[in-house]
């Protein structure tokens, strides 16, 4: 499966190009790119993107990984197993309570195999110096639905907020003792005597350590974040993450809020963003290999470099319409795609496409803001033979996606081969297709007997001069085999021509737009050979009996021909 997020950016000129950002370190065991849209395979084009960009010396831009392999990912990483995540907290402010009987809302930020952080509430912490167990149901939606994020998971990071007391700023201590793991009820794990699962004790790698900032907004002004100092745990024993002090702020004129952030250090954040660009975004942009645009994505302004091109990127047309779940061509393996999407349109007006790391760009907002991009779609791949199961499992789902979102490569391509506009006008091409191979056989077999027949002096006085038999039918068969050639060559070249230039122009999507990436007419050339032979074979034939037996009647030709 990959989770491909698909947004807009809009350029200069009153353009705007789509953005695609896919799992490009895997996406190669899957991804389908024609050989004519690119110079190099889809394995190698992709190569590269995970990497983030630094400014370097003037020789070029620095390359560093920051888009880990899963084993080196940052965070703490959880069961692959884990459902239910108990975080046992205590939030002091002072010695004890708080004056103002304060409690802080907070939230844990868990990212999936993909780089796709989910910010999940842990309900509201009370400022009392007890401690608290706070419960993130992972497999859980925001409407209660059953909807796990892909495994495994990792924590990296905690946000948390409040209110800001009205009679002075208080010092608040956030100390999380550890965390605690519950796998699903189902599966084969330690349970208690009531039959649940018991909560498995996470360990907290000695290598962790944290960021983090706090911002007090009071009353309309809000303040620049300041800087705080997580302390890790780093005992081999230790199972807690952090402790941290913040302040509060207080409230101005009645109102005052604050707000907490701490994320475990990773990889530095990439300065830019390697893409591979279309051709029409270079035209859009007037940028070339190598050259660096700003786009605005999730809000936050992002510098891409251009480090490879394509001709044209599957599923970026004019109209990329997610509405349904569905891009103009899936891009997934031959024999399945399912995917789902979201009621949002993405319209890119000419100005091309642009393919990132899905990881990457995530890497480099987070490091400026609390923003990622949400996957749109998911595209999905199965084995030979198996779409038409998981298509039906996807759409008899209570809680997943609505059955007309889930699309099958298979299906589409049935609904369109079947579509009763073009049925008919294939069904009549292929009827014409005998008649005129027929007509067009008639057509040369006449032509060369009506030759022959005007030649019949001229091949009677060959004869009598000792031209044997069957020397002059090859050599009518080898007359009328040039012609026949030069007319079946000249012929198949405009039909060739023909074909090339009107098929890709009469060949829209539903939405009347050009199909992304355009029709590649791909012509058989030795089913077209064989038809070439048949149709030549049957007036060649012709004329070789017709020639065998005018030899047989030249010598009366000949007295006829005295005879005048």
Not at 87 to 108: H, W
Not at 497 to 503: E, F, G, I, Q
């Amino acid at each position: 499966p990959a989770p491909p997020p698909r947004t807009d950016a809009s350029l200069s000129g009153g353009l705007s190009a789509t953005v695609l950002a896919l799992d490009t370190a895997h996406a190669e065991e899957r991804m389908l790119l024609r050989a004519d849209l690119a110079d190099e395979p889809a394995e190698s084009l992709l190569d590269g993107l995970t990497d983030g960009l630094t400014d370097g010396p003037s020789d070029g831009p620095v390359r560093e990984d920051a888009s880990p392999e899963p084993g080196n990912r940052t965070g703490i990483a959880l069961p692959d197993d884990t459902r239910r995540l108990g975080l046992d907290v205590r939030i002091t402010a002072g010695k004890g309570a708080s004056p103002s009987g304060l409690a802080a809302a907070l939230l844990v930020v868990v990212e999936d195999r993909y780089g796709i952080p989910y910010r999940l509430s842990a309900g509201q912490v009370p400022v009392d110096g007890r401690l608290h167990r706070a419960t993130v149901d992972l497999d859980r939606t925001a409407s209660r639905t059953h909807s796990a994020p892909a495994g495994p998971l990792r924590v990296t990071g905690l946000r948390l907020g409040g209110t800001a007391p009205v009679q002075a700023s208080e010092q608040h201590r956030l100390t999380v003792e550890r965390l605690l793991a519950t796998a699903a009820e189902d599966d084969a794990s330690p349970a208690s005597e009531n039959g649940r699962t018991e909560p498995v004790l996470v360990r907290v790698p000695d290598e962790v350590r944290w960021r983090g900032s706090a911002t007090v907004t009071e009353g309309t002004g809000e303040s620049a974040p300041n800087s705080l100092e997580p302390t890790a745990y780093t005992s081999p024993s230790a199972t807690a993450p952090l402790t941290v002090t913040y302040p509060t702020g207080q409230a101005y004129q009645g109102s005052g809020d604050f707000a907490v952030r701490l994320d475990v250090v990773g990889a530095a954040a990439p300065e830019r963003i390697a893409a591979v660009a279309t051709d029409a975004f270079l035209r859009a942009t007037g940028a070339g290999r190598g050259d660096s645009v700003d786009l605005t994505l999730a809000g936050e302004q992002v510098r891409v470099t251009i480090v490879k091109t394509v001709r044209e990127l599957p599923t970026t047309g004019t109209t990329a319409d997610t509405e349904t779940g569905r891009a103009p061509e899936a891009n997934t393996e031959a024999d399945a795609g399912a995917g789902t999407g979201v009621d949002t349109r993405v319209t890119s007006q000419n100005g091309g496409a642009l393919l990132i790391d899905l990881r990457t760009v995530n890497a480099a907002l987070a490091a400026r803001t609390d923003r990622s991009l949400a996957p749109t779609e998911w595209w999905l791949s199965t084995a030979p033979g198996a779409a038409a199961q998981v298509a039906s499992a996807l759409r008899d789902r209570s809680d997943g996606a609505e059955p007309a979102r889930v699309l099958v490569r298979d299906e589409t391509a049935a609904a369109l081969l079947g579509d009763p506009l073009g049925e008919g006008p294939r069904s009549a091409l292929i009827a014409v297709a005998p008649v005129a191979i027929a007509l067009s056989a008639m057509g040369f077999a006449v032509g060369a007997a009506g030759s022959l027949r005007e030649r019949t002096a001229e091949l009677a006085v060959l004869r009598a001069l000792g031209a044997p038999r069957r020397g002059l039918a090859r050599l009518v068969v080898t007359e009328q085999g040039v012609l026949i050639g030069i007319g079946l060559a000249v012929g198949a070249a405009l039909g060739i021509l023909l074909t090339r230039a009107l098929v890709p122009l009469t060949v829209l999507t539903s939405g009347a737009a050009r199909p992304v990436p355009q029709v590649l007419v791909e012509l058989p050339l030795l089913r077209v050979a064989l038809f070439l032979a048949g149709v030549a074979a049957v007036p060649l034939l012709i004329t070789a009996v017709l020639a065998a037996r005018r030899g047989a009647g030249l010598p009366a030709a000949l007295r006829q021909q005295g005879d005048h």
